[in-house]
């Protein structure tokens, strides 16, 4: 035999004895795992039986809490309509909102405006008021202005009644003086062509004057001066309406500054008028 072969058979012979070694301690450990694996067996189906109650306990759990989570979903949908619901209500509840807001604003300028109108109303009325006082303090005075006119025009209405009554007697008194004055008249001019003028002391000053009123019918003329303007009772003015001669006065009352007379009728051109002009001297 060969080296080779010598050593390819001690090497088989090696191999063979150390696989016998390995298959007698394979054999042992078998029986050894055999135990521990009977063992890890009943552990593990044991393990196995827990996990399986565990697992049918959490599958019971599951099917609560999923009973619980399909409650809670219809729920979560109810809720979810309602809140639909109450979105849609908000909507609707925001759009009246904003409508009573519009309204609300326009009847707050309508306030405004009645307040203005009621205050402008306020201040016409106090205005109102004050005119309505005032026109019935001057209707009271009025009232006491026709009283009082009323009471003075009965009592002048009496005096003119009286002073008619005086003034037909004057009257009937001065036709008989003016009758008396005109015959004096007469004589006067009478001794002024055969005797010459009157003695200076019967001269009246030069005086003019103008018609202050006058009552032909009852022959009495009223003139502007008196006896502030040296008008001495008998004096006579002559009477002009501008250059042309309407007649005589023969003075028989004097005020202060006023006086009054009578017409001379027999040397009268035409009626006396108010603004005549009245002279002392030609």
């Not at 009573?100 to 009621?118: R, V």
């Not at 009758?179 to 001794?191: I, L, W």
């Not at 502030?228 to 001669?245: A, L, S």
Request: proline share 2%.
């Amino acid at each position: 035999m060969s080296v080779v072969a010598k050593i390819l058979v001690v090497l088989n012979l090696f191999l063979a004895i150390v696989f016998l070694g390995a298959a007698a301690t394979f054999l042992g450990q078998q029986e050894s795992w055999k135990i521990q694996f009977n063992k890890l067996k009943a552990q593990t189906d044991t393990e196995i039986a827990n996990l399986q109650s565990s697992l049918k306990s959490v599958e019971d759990n599951f099917n609560n809490q999923k009973a619980i989570a399909s409650t809670a979903v219809d729920k979560a949908e109810n809720l979810k309509q309602q809140l639909q619901l109450k979105e849609q209500e908000y909507k609707d509840v925001a759009t009246k909102h904003n409508a009573l807001l519009g309204q609300f604003e326009k009847l707050s300028q309508t306030y405004k405006d009645a307040m203005a109108t009621i205050k402008q109303l306020g201040d016409e009325k106090n205005t109102l008021i004050n005119e309505k006082d005032q026109a019935l303090a001057k209707a009271r005075q009025a009232t006491e202005a026709m009283n009082a006119a009323i009471t003075e025009q009965k009592r002048l209405e009496s005096v003119i009644a009286d002073m008619k009554d005086q003034v037909a007697e004057l009257g009937k008194r001065l036709n008989a003086l003016a009758q008396a004055k005109e015959k004096v008249d007469m004589v006067v001019e009478a001794y002024k062509k055969k005797v010459g003028p009157l003695p200076e002391i019967l001269a009246a000053p030069p005086i003019a004057a103008r018609v202050s009123a006058v009552d032909n019918k009852m022959n009495i003329v009223i003139l502007s001066v008196g006896r502030d303007d040296k008008v001495k009772e008998g004096y006579k003015f002559t009477i002009y309406r501008g250059d042309d001669y309407v007649g005589q006065v023969i003075i028989d009352k004097v005020e202060k500054d006023y006086c009054s007379g009578y017409s001379m009728k027999a040397v009268e051109k035409q009626p006396i008028q108010v603004g005549d002009r009245a002279t002392t001297r030609f």
